[in-house]
């Protein structure tokens, strides 16, 4: 796969400083990149209160939600969870089933 297919990365359109969040392995490919934003936002990554319901973490910051697909046979798609302006991996959640090379992400506050 090309070089450009190794993750996400967040562009400082002002200065031209990157920040990368690199896959694990070259079988994998971050789709579609959604933003969760504050509904009362002040800067441009600031964030949201996110529930991760399982563990209970309630993480306040603005999020990256990216879905992973992944070729590797034992191997699931997840969704990675990127604190915004660090682009820090917060967490991940693994999807039973397969997701489709073309996956478009979207994101409804409601």
């Known amino acids: 796969m090309p070089e450009s297919l190794d993750g996400l990365v967040k ?3 002002e200065t031209g400083k ?3 969040w690199i896959r694990d ?3 994998q490919i971050a789709t579609e990149p959604v933003f ?3 509904p009362e936002t ?3 990554d600031d964030g949201t209160n996110f ?3 399982k563990n209970a973490y309630k993480i306040v910051l ?3 939600l990216a879905p992973v697909i992944t070729f590797e046979d034992n191997d699931f798609p997840f969704v990675v969870i ?3 302006k660090t682009f820090t991996e917060v967490a991940r959640c693994r999807i039973d089933h397969p997701l489709p090379l073309s996956l478009h992400a979207q994101f409804y506050p409601n």
């Open 11 to 13: 562009l400082n359109v």
């Open 18 to 20: 990157t920040i990368t």
């Open 25 to 27: 392995h070259k079988k």
């Open 36 to 38: 969760v934003p504050h």
């Open 42 to 44: 002040k800067d441009e």
């Open 51 to 53: 529930r991760l319901k």
């Open 62 to 64: 603005g999020l990256i």
């Open 82 to 84: 990127l604190d915004a």
